[in-house]
């Protein structure tokens, strides 16, 4: 029997619950997300009394959403990879590793963006 598509807001709707399904997973079992999201907040309110221009308020905003973005998706690939077996594969080990390494790279990108317009800030 085929699967009825829902469409339209249905379709929208549904979609919003599955996020906010996602969201309260990854508040009540990554204290990784919870961190990132209450410094992303935090960075949020902070780059409106940084920022000099539009650019910069843009850069300021979104690089922390972005560490959040990575960890969400980081933490998703730990649970399915939890999922399949708790014995120690190459793969897993692998999987697990490189969603950490994203992780690490948008935190270094947050680090320079924030550092460099900080940085202006004090020879300026």
């Given amino acids: 029997m085929a699967k009825?598509?829902?469409?339209?807001?249905?379709?929208?709707?549904?979609a919003y619950k599955y996020s906010m399904k996602g969201f309260k997973a990854g508040i009540e079992n990554e204290a990784?997300?919870?961190?990132?999201?209450?410094?992303a907040a935090i960075m949020t309110v902070a780059s409106f009394f940084i920022f000099n221009s539009a650019v910069e308020l843009v850069l300021l905003v979104v690089t922390p959403w972005i560490v959040v973005i990575t960890e969400l998706l980081n933490s998703a690939v730990e649970a399915v990879v939890d999922r399949i077996g708790p014995e120690f594969?190459?793969?897993?080990?692998?999987?697990?590793?490189?969603?950490?390494?994203?992780?690490?790279?948008?935190l270094g990108v947050t680090l320079f963006t924030w550092?460099?317009?900080i940085a202006e800030r004090l020879v300026a």
């Fill in 115 to 117: 550092g460099a317009i």
């Fill in 89 to 106: 594969h190459e793969l897993s080990g692998r999987a697990k590793d490189l969603g950490s390494a994203a992780v690490f790279v948008a």
């Fill in 4 to 14: 009825v598509q829902k469409k339209g807001l249905v379709r929208i709707f549904n």
């Fill in 32 to 39: 990784a997300i919870r961190q990132e999201l209450v410094l």
